[in-house]
């Protein structure tokens, strides 16, 4: 039961700090928030991702290129340029490295406004910091793990940021319900996503890549909108006006 509750909770906790920071804030900029906030939230990034964390940097940038040139040959990940899962998450992954350490060529307007918080990144990026994470999970489950197959569950809670990402980029770019044309190839993969907090609405995102809310039919309801709702009401955030995004 311990066990149940921890993946959940990291699951769920490492897939917020993706949607609500890394692709709704840094990548998208839907809404803002002042500097208390941002290095709150960048330090919940670190602490809820753990070892797989993401660099708001590489990853808003990186995403930002994605809506540009999605299912084109210039998209960091797309399933139609990749043989098998595995593949795009190996390409996504140097994408991420030359993304990270400024070596990608681009426009700069992909650079503009992202997040980057780079004293504290030094540490929380650090391999020894990554594989202490690891060494903390695998400590968590020596302690608390009734059954020998738990231990298998560790691999995800290693990389639970690219397996997120993985998830949404693979199969709501393969499999789902479309219900605005775009032009490439993103769908709906749950009509109800209770498990990916929002993320699976993909197609209105890439329809809507400004809207802060994903979801748009009446099933479709998107819990971090909620949640987004709430910071907005009570002042910690201030959702733009103006949804027109560039990056769509
Ligand atoms: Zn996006
Ligand atoms: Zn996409």
Same mark, same amino acid.
């Given at each position: 039961?311990?066990?149940?509750?921890?993946? @959940?909770?990291?699951?769920?906790?490492?897939?917020?700090?993706?949607?609500?920071?890394?692709?709704?804030?840094?990548?998208?900029?839907?809404?803002?928030?002042?500097?208390?906030?941002?290095?709150?939230?960048?330090?919940?990034?670190?602490?809820?991702?753990?070892?797989?964390?993401? $660099?708001?940097?590489?990853? /808003?940038?990186?995403?930002?290129?994605?809506?540009?040139?999605?299912?084109?040959?210039?998209?960091?990940?797309?399933?139609?340029?990749?043989?098998?899962?595995?593949?795009?998450?190996?390409?996504?992954?140097?994408?991420?490295?030359?993304?990270?350490?400024?070596?990608?060529?681009?426009?700069?307007?992909?650079?503009?406004?992202?997040?980057?918080?780079? $004293?504290?990144?030094?540490?929380?990026?650090?391999?020894?910091?990554?594989?202490?994470?690891?060494? @903390?999970?695998? @400590?968590?489950?020596?302690?608390?793990?009734?059954?020998?197959?738990?231990?298998?569950?560790?691999?995800?809670?290693?990389?639970?940021?690219?397996?997120?990402?993985?998830?949404?980029?693979?199969?709501?770019?393969?499999?789902?319900?479309?219900?605005?044309?775009?032009?490439?190839?993103?769908?709906?993969?749950?009509?109800?996503?209770?498990?990916?907090? /929002?993320?699976?609405?993909?197609?209105?995102?890439?329809?809507?890549?400004?809207?802060?809310?994903?979801?748009?039919?009446?099933?479709?309801?998107?819990?971090?909108?909620?949640?987004?709702?709430?910071?907005?009401?009570?002042?910690?955030?201030?959702?733009?006006?103006?949804?027109?995004?560039?990056?769509?």
């Amino acid at each position: 039961m311990t066990i149940l509750f921890f993946f @959940l909770a990291h699951w769920y906790l490492s897939l917020f700090a993706q949607t609500f920071f890394l692709h709704r804030y840094a990548a998208h900029q839907m809404f803002i928030m002042n500097m208390f906030w941002e290095k709150l939230f960048y330090f919940s990034t670190w602490l809820f991702q753990g070892s797989s964390f993401l $660099s708001p940097k590489a990853y /808003g940038i990186m995403h930002r290129l994605h809506h540009a040139y999605a299912d084109t040959e210039k998209d960091p990940h797309s399933p139609m340029y990749s043989k098998n899962l595995l593949d795009m998450m190996k390409k996504t992954l140097f994408v991420y490295l030359s993304v990270l350490n400024n070596t990608k060529d681009m426009e700069d307007k992909f650079k503009k406004g992202v997040p980057y918080w780079a $004293s504290f990144e030094r540490i929380a990026g650090c391999w020894f910091v990554r594989m202490g994470w690891g060494v @903390l999970y695998l @400590l968590f489950y020596l302690q608390y793990a009734n059954y020998w197959w738990m231990f298998f569950l560790l691999p995800i809670h290693f990389l639970m940021g690219p397996i997120h990402g993985a998830i949404i980029n693979w199969y709501a770019h393969k499999y789902g319900y479309v219900s605005f044309k775009v032009g490439d190839t993103a769908k709906n993969l749950l009509p109800i996503d209770f498990l990916m907090m /929002g993320e699976s609405y993909h197609n209105n995102h890439h329809k809507f890549g400004g809207r802060a809310n994903f979801g748009i039919k009446w099933h479709e309801f998107d819990p971090t909108y909620l949640i987004i709702f709430i910071f907005n009401l009570v002042g910690i955030i201030h959702i733009k006006k103006d949804n027109d995004l560039k990056f769509m």
